[in-house]
């Protein structure tokens, strides 16, 4: 069963990454937690997104993003 939870929450980051190519996202393996971090010519270049699950982190991104965008 942890195989296939592990599984699930890899193919979730997968599908984020997709998203968001030019983000770096990951799955914390000692945390659990969820982080991203922006491009380099984002605005919030050094702000490291953190959240405890997948939705939080992709809602969190989404919001970054509109940030960016005027």
Known sequence: MA??????WDSGVDRLR???PRWRIWRGHTTGG???MPPRDHPTQRELIGA???DELA???????????P
Not at 3 to 8: D, M
Not at 59 to 69: G, H, L, N, P
């Open 3 to 8: 195989g296939k939870r592990a599984a699930g």
């Open 18 to 20: 997709r998203q968001y």
């Open 34 to 36: 969820y982080w991203a």
């Open 52 to 54: 405890s699950s997948l």
């Open 59 to 69: 809602r969190r991104i989404a919001q970054t993003e509109q940030r960016r965008d």
